[in-house]
């Protein structure tokens, strides 16, 4: 048995019949790894709120510019928590775009993420994925793929995008970004997308409903609680705001302004 196979082995067996977060996001961003309970889940969301598919859109616009930050700010190591089933537009592509020899890990809990990872990324000694959960930061900064893909000497930017709302436990996450921005070098970046909580809205109380029957259940945070998850790192400009706010470009088009609107973003640096 191959390296691959004999990690699968061990994996958590699957189950078709409970729709997962990170297979309903990758049928949503045109991706093919998900079965017929994430389509069911991902078209009922997204006929309670339709601007749905935009909100992920944005949030991979969002990734392209911190990506783009980063790199120009010269730093070509990425340690993205979270990152999902791949699908176009992942931090991995983006960043192999803007720099080649960028180097690239991923962390995700979803078997599935993990086994597609792994095969998407053999072959490449500058990235890999680890199959682990994000909150357990001690064990993922302790794989023997940080130490190989890392290099913890020089800055990093760490990629928290679309991730943080599904994750309840504030406690837990706020303790485990504590962790990881503690193990990065000054210059690291820590990038940050969240759903915003504002007034109660029957649609996005419907949309919680669902995501609260997949893998993973859904929780909105303000600006306030998304700003504590940076901890005591300074908030490049304009701070957390809204993607509307954080990307006012002149001239940039408004893809749906309802989606801009809807999550917190926000990049700060280690000083």
Partial sequence: MNVLGEQVAVLPEVDPQRPSVARIHNFLMGGKHHFAADRQAAA????AMPEL???????????????RMATEAGVDQFLDLGCGIPAPGNAY?????????????????????FVHGKQQLAGDPGADVVYGDLLDADEVLASPSVREILDLDRPVCLLLVSVAHF???????????????????????LALSHACRKRPSPRVEQVRRIYNNTTAPM??????ETTALFGDWPLRE???????????????????????NAFLVGVAEKP
């Fill in 44 to 47: 009922a969301a997204r006929g």
């Fill in 167 to 189: 994750i309840p436990d504030t406690g837990r996450l706020r303790a485990a970004l504590e962790r990881y921005r503690a193990a990065v070098v000054p210059g690291s970046l």
């Fill in 93 to 113: 592509d983006v960043a192999r775009q803007f720099d080649p020899r960028s180097r690239v890990l991923g962390v995700d809990v979803e078997p599935v993420a």
């Fill in 219 to 224: 929780v909105a945070r303000d600006e306030a």
């Fill in 238 to 260: 304009p701070g957390v705001q809204s993607f509307r706010q954080w990307c006012s470009a002149p001239g940039r088009e408004c893809e749906s302004e309802t989606a801009e």
């Fill in 53 to 67: 598919p935009a909100i992920l859109r944005l949030n991979r616009q969002f990734l392209r510019e911190v990506v």
